[in-house]
C-alpha cells in the first residue's frame, strides 16, 4: 500500500489477491472490508526500482545489451537486445526458456517474448505470453501478432482508454485508419509507437553502463616476500589508482587490497575513508598500518597486487581558503579519522548524535563516525529492533548531528551520564522528597543541596524495561561533589517501596 | 653576559648544548618569566593562569571522588582556551576503556554545551591500550586539533611521553589538557598541572528541593601545584555564566600593612 490523495491506497497485489477480487488503487480501508484477513505492507518504489536494476544488471549473462523497464506496479519489465546471443545458448527457445526459468527460480512470476521489434515483443510479453508458459517467440513476421494484440499493448499508457471510447481495441483496428488523422486526434505518440512496433521506425535500447573498475595491479616475476616490499608496491598501485580516480573526478571511500599469494591463495585487506581521498600518500599510509597489524602470512611469497577501489563518489578540488584563520582543513580531519579508525577500530571513533526522546540516556549519546546512516545506540540494553508502528519506525531513522535550535531549550544535565543507572540506597525524608543522604558504591554522601524533583514520565510508545516513572534530584553532597539521583516509581501510585538510582556526576 | 660566561671553564660546552637544544625544540629555553606574585593586581595574574597557554596542561583529581569535578574544570578549562583563541578546531578527546574517570560514566553531549564545548566538533576516541591511546593524542595533535585527554594513573605516561604530546601541541598552537589520576603523579612535561576537588556552591534557598537549599554554581577548589616559573597557587573558583570566576576575598583583607591610601576595587575576573 502506499500513501497518495484520499489516504492509503493498495499498491500492488499479490496473486491471492487479485483473485479475492481487490484491485490497484483500491483504498486500504474498502479492501480490507470486502477481505478482513488482507495484510497489507507499505510500498517502497525507490527499493523496487533497485531491485529491477539489479535484476536488469543479472541478466547480462544471456545479453551484453540489457536494461531496466520500470512500469506500472507489479508490471515491471526488462529489455534485452539478443541480437547475436542467442548461438550462445542453442537458440532463442533455449535462451528464452532458461531467461525465464532463472527469473521464476527467484521467486517472480515472470513471463517473456522474444520479437524482431522492441514494442513487439513488450506488448506480447505483457498480453499474449501469459498462455505460454516457456516464453512466446516471433521471428519473421511482425504485423499479424502485433494486429492481434490489445492497443494497450502499444506503450501508449492511459491513451489506451480513449482508443477503446471509439471502439477501436486491437492494434489492428487501427491499422486501416489514415496515419495523419490519428496523429491529429491522438498526437504524434501514438503513431511512432505504432511505428516502433512495426520495425518501420528505429528504437535504440539504453542499455546499463557496465561499472566502471578502478583498480591497479602489478605483477611479479620473483616472488615478493617483505613486508617492505609489498609496502613499496601498494604505493606504486595507488599512484595508479590516484591517477584513474583522478581522470574522473572520482574519490575512493572503500579499497581493496588484494594479495596474490605464489600458492594461489589471495589475503584480502579492506578499509574504508571518512571523506572521499583521492591522496596516494593517504592511502599508502593506511594500508600500511592495516599491513603491519594484520600479520598476515606471506608463505612462500606474493606474485601479484592488485589495489581496487570498490566504492568511490565524487570528489572535486576544492578551493582553500584566502584568509588565514585557526581552522583545519577538512580533509585533514578526514585523514585523522582515518587512520585512528584503522589502528583502534571503526566503533572507537565517536561523534555526538542526539534523538527525539526525553529519556536522558536515549536522547543522546555517542555513535559510530564512519557509516553516515547508522542508528545511534547509546547503551546496549536500551536498543531495540525496529517495530512495526509508525513512530517506532520514525525512531528509527538516522539521528541527525547535534546542531539547531533545540540548544536553547537543553534541560539541565550532568557532565557525565553512566552507561547503566546504578542503584544506590537512600534515606529521604518523605517519600517523594530529596534523598537526605545515600550510599553508592559502597560510599556513604550526605546530601546538602538538592534540585528537583525533574519526572520523566515512561514513552509509552515503546516497549521497555521498566514502564515507571523517574523523579530525577540533583545534589551536591557536603564536599560540594554532585551527582544525579533519581527514583523509580511515584510513590503510592506505582509503587509502595521506591528505589534510587545514581545515573551521573557533576 | 655569553663573553663573561665563555671564560668559564666547561661553558664553552654548554652553550653549545643550548644551542642544540634551541635548534631541536625552538622555544624550549625561553628568558624565564617574572613569576607571577601572589600579590600586585591578583585578578589580572589570575586570569592569566586560567586561560592556558598552547601546549600540554594538566588535571588531577584531589580525591578518587572528584574526579568528575576534575573533569568538568578540565572542560571548563578548554571551552575557555577556545573561546579567547576564537578557534574553529577541532576536538579529539581520547578516553581509556576501563580508566579511572569511567567508572562515572561517558561524557553526555547535551551537558558539554553547558560546558561550553561545542559536541559537533569533538571526535571521541575509546582506546584500550596506554600505548594507543599515546599514539591517538599525538596524531591528534599533529593534525592540528586540540586535545582533552585522559590518561589516568599510568606510568607509560612518562616525561618522554609528555614531552612529545607538549611540543607537538606546541608546535601547532594546540591546547593539550590531560586528566591525571588522585595518587600519585610521575613527573611531566607539562605547563602547569592543576589539582582539582570540589567545594560547596553558595546555596540558593528559593530553588531547592523540598526540606533542602538549591545548589549555586558549581565551586572548586584549584590548586595549581606545579607550573613552570612560579609558584604554586590556590584559587577557588566558581563556573558562572559559560566561565570560570576566581572567588577572592574581600580587598579589605589582602591589603598591604602600609597607611597607602586604598586602590579603587577593580575587580576583574576572568
Known amino acids: 500500500m502506499h500513501t497518495t490523495t484520499g489516504g492509503e491506497r493498495l499498491y500492488a497485489l499479490n496473486a491471492a489477491a487479485s483473485a479475492a477480487g481487490l484491485r490497484r488503487g483500491q483504498a486500504v480501508a474498502d479492501a480490507k472490508s470486502l477481505e478482513p484477513g488482507l495484510q497489507v505492507e507499505s510500498a517502497s518504489p525507490a527499493l523496487d526500482k533497485r531491485l529491477l536494476q539489479a535484476l536488469a544488471r543479472a541478466c547480462g549473462r544471456w545479453s551484453p545489451w540489457t536494461a531496466p523497464d520500470p512500469g506500472l506496479p507489479g508490471e515491471d519489465g526488462i529489455l534485452l537486445d539478443i541480437t547475436g546471443c542467442a548461438r550462445l545458448f542453442g537458440g532463442e527457445e533455449k535462451l528464452v526458456a532458461a531467461t525465464l526459468e532463472a527469473v521464476r527460480e527467484q521467486g517472480y512470476i515472470a513471463y517473456a517474448a522474444a520479437a524482431p521489434t522492441l514494442g513487439l515483443a513488450w506488448g506480447l510479453a505483457r498480453y499474449a505470453a501469459r498462455r505460454e508458459s516457456s516464453g512466446l517467440i516471433i521471428t519473421d513476421t511482425v504485423s499479424e501478432p502485433l494486429n492481434a494484440l490489445p492497443v494497450e499493448a502499444l506503450r501508449i499508457g492511459p491513451m489506451a482508454d480513449q482508443l477503446r471510447r471509439f471502439g477501436l481495441k486491437r492494434v489492428g483496428d487501427l491499422a486501416g485508419l489514415p496515419r495523419a488523422s490519428l496523429a491529429r486526434r491522438f498526437g504524434r505518440e501514438l503513431v511512432s509507437r505504432l511505428d516502433q512496433a512495426r520495425g518501420l521506425d528505429e528504437e535504440v535500447l539504453s542499455p546499463l553502463q557496465p561499472r566502471t573498475h578502478y583498480r591497479a595491479r602489478l605483477r611479479f616475476p620473483e616472488a615478493l616476500l617483505l613486508l617492505d616490499s609489498i609496502k613499496q608496491t601498494v604505493r606504486e598501485t595507488a599512484n595508479t589508482l590516484c591517477e584513474q580516480l583522478d581522470a574522473h573526478g572520482r574519490g575512493l571511500r572503500r579499497a581493496e587490497l588484494n594479495l596474490y599469494r605464489v600458492d594461489g591463495k589471495i589475503l584480502l585487506l579492506s578499509l574504508g575513508t571518512a571523506a572521499p581521498a583521492r591522496d596516494p600518500a593517504h592511502i599508502t599510509r593506511l594500508f600500511s598500518e592495516k599491513l603491519d597489524r594484520a600479520e598476515i602470512d606471506i608463505g612462500f611469497g606474493i606474485d601479484v597486487v592488485e589495489l581496487r577501489a570498490s566504492e568511490t563518489t565524487a570528489l572535486n578540488t576544492h578551493q582553500s581558503g584566502l584568509l588565514d584563520s585557526d581552522e583545519m582543513a577538512p580533509d585533514t580531519m578526514a585523514r585523522l579519522t582515518d587512520r585512528l579508525v584503522v589502528r583502534l577500530g571503526d566503533d572507537q571513533v565517536q561523534r555526538a548524535a542526539r534523538r527525539e526522546s526525553h529519556i536522558p540516556e536515549r536522547a543522546a549519546g555517542w555513535r559510530q563516525n564512519s557509516g553516515p546512516g547508522s542508528a545511534i545506540v547509546p547503551h546496549a540494553g536500551t536498543a531495540r529492533a525496529p517495530g512495526g508502528t509508525a513512530l517506532a519506525v520514525r525512531d528509527n531513522t538516522p539521528v541527525p548531528a547535534l546542531t539547531g535550535p533545540e540548544s536553547e531549550v537543553d534541560p539541565d544535565r550532568p557532565l557525565l551520564i553512566l552507561a547503566r543507572p546504578e542503584p544506590a540506597q537512600a534515606v529521604a525524608e518523605i517519600p517523594d522528597g530529596p534523598p537526605r543522604s545515600f550510599i553508592w558504591r559502597r560510599v556513604r554522601h550526605l546530601v546538602h543541596r538538592a534540585e528537583g524533583p525533574e519526572r520523566l514520565a515512561p514513552e509509552w510508545w515503546r516497549d521497555q524495561l521498566s514502564p515507571r516513572s523517574r523523579d530525577y534530584f540533583r545534589v551536591e553532597t557536603r564536599e560540594g561533589r554532585r551527582f544525579w539521583l533519581y527514583r523509580e516509581g511515584l510513590f503510592g501510585l506505582e509503587t509502595t517501596s521506591p528505589e534510587w538510582f545514581v545515573h551521573g556526576a557533576s | ?270
Not at chain 2, 584531589?62 to 578546531?89: K, M, N
Not at chain 2, 577572592?248 to 576595587?265: G, I
Open chain 2, 1 to 270: 653576559m655569553r663573553s663573561a660566561s665563555s671564560r668559564r671553564k666547561g661553558r664553552p660546552q654548554l652553550d653549545q648544548l643550548r644551542a642544540k637544544i634551541r635548534d631541536i625544540a625552538p622555544g624550549a629555553l625561553p628568558a624565564m618569566p617574572a613569576p607571577p606574585g601572589v600579590q600586585g593586581q591578583a585578578s589580572g595574574e589570575v586570569r592569566e593562569l586560567i586561560n592556558l597557554q598552547s601546549g600540554l596542561h594538566e588535571i588531577c583529581p584531589q580525591d578518587y571522588l572528584d574526579t568528575p569535578s576534575a573533569l568538568a574544570v578540565q572542560t571548563g578549562f578548554f571551552s575557555q582556551a577556545l573561546r579567547r583563541h576564537e578557534s574553529a578546531r577541532p576536538i579529539v578527546w581520547v578516553r581509556r576503556t576501563g580508566g579511572r574517570s569511567q567508572d562515572f560514566g561517558q561524557p553526555y553531549p547535551l551537558a558539554l554545551k553547558q560546558w561550553g564545548l561545542p559536541p559537533e566538533r569533538i571526535l571521541l576516541v575509546e582506546t584500550s591500550e596506554v600505548t594507543d591511546s599515546l599514539w591517538a593524542m599525538e596524531e591528534a595533535l599533529n593534525s592540528g586539533a586540540w586535545l582533552m585527554g585522559e590518561i589516568g594513573a599510568e606510568h607509560r605516561y612518562d616525561l618522554t611521553a609528555s614531552k612529545r604530546l607538549h611540543m607537538a601541541a606546541q608546535a601547532r598552537g594546540a591546547l593539550a589538557l590531560i586528566l591525571r589520576s588522585h595518587d600519585r603523579v610521575q613527573p611531566s612535561a607539562a605547563l602547569t598541572r592543576w589539582r582539582i576537588s570540589a567545594r560547596p556552591s553558595l546555596a540558593e534557598a528559593w530553588r531547592g528541593a523540598t526540606g533542602l537549599p538549591g545548589m549555586g554554581a558549581p565551586c572548586f577548589r584549584a590548586q595549581l601545584e606545579r607550573v613552570r616559573g612560579g609558584p604554586p597557587r590556590n584559587f577557588d573558583i566558581e563556573w558562572k555564566h559559560a566561565a570560570f570566576h576566581v572567588l577572592e576575598p574581600a580587598p579589605l583583607a589582602n591589603r598591604p600593612a602600609t597607611d597607602l591610601p586604598p586602590a579603587p576595587a577593580q575587580r576583574q575576573i576572568a
